[in-house]
């Protein structure tokens, strides 16, 4: 099971799946599609957001911490 963490307020990402641990930071929204989350991440070079990753919707659980 994949598991995020995603802190609204500082725009984190923590992401967790099978012993892997990576922080993701400037990540702006997570947008649901059909059958999977599509993480977008806000680009420093560009100011405009792009898709970091997308994650199953049946395989993720998402932890939303907004404070």
């Not at 012993?19 to 947008?31: A, C, L, P």
């Not at 599509?38 to 395989?59: G, H, Y």
Request: charged residues 20%; aromatic residues 14%.
């Amino acid at each position: 099971m994949i598991t995020i963490k995603f802190d609204t307020f500082n725009h984190t990402l923590d992401y967790s799946f099978d012993g892997i641990n990576k922080t993701f930071e400037n990540v702006t929204t997570i947008k649901v599609h059909e059958g999977y989350y599509e993480v977008l991440q806000r680009q420093l070079s560009t100011d405009k957001n792009a898709p970091l990753f997308r994650l199953p919707i049946n395989n993720t659980i998402i932890e939303f911490v907004h404070e």
